[in-house]
């Protein structure tokens, strides 16, 4: 047996029940979504909202055993906290990024390569030409040796003066 009052009633009678109750509870809803919101415009929003989940349930709404306005009530606060933890409230969109993050800066680079060019010219040729082979072409020691037809050990430790010297000229 169905206890709703809208299960034998005729479509033109739901329409009338569902324009009592919103005269009976629309202002009393709008007051306390706009006291939780502090925004006119997105109180009516969810009163709008909340009215069409109370069309939408009426089987509950009618069956539950605190009153009407409560239960309105509740579906209320449920729509504020819902918008609030929603990705609009957050101002998060799609393919957003974070103002708060800062952006690398082309200028820094520009700067870096012409600060460590200037260092590299301060290095004698046979330094400034196994860090070449070594960091830029990325080749192995071994490699570099082969290439430059010095032995390993000598490439290690022209790569090690020469990046002592560029440490101690940046510091400067």
Known sequence: ???TPFAD???VRQSELLRTMVSDHATALLIYTERLLHD???AEDIVQETFIRAWSHVDQLYSTEGSVRGWLMTVARNLVIDRGRSAVA???YVGAYD???T???HADTVLASIQAASLLLQLSHEHREV????YLCDRTVIETARILG???GTVKSRQHYALDSLRANAMT
Request: charged share 30%; aromatic share 0%.
């Open 1 to 3: 047996m169905n206890t």
């Open 9 to 11: 009633v005729s479509p």
């Open 40 to 42: 006119r415009h997105t």
């Open 90 to 92: 957050r101002r998060e």
């Open 99 to 101: 103002r708060e993050t």
């Open 103 to 105: 952006l690398p800066d």
């Open 131 to 134: 860090l070449l082979h070594t």
């Open 150 to 152: 010095i032995p390993a």
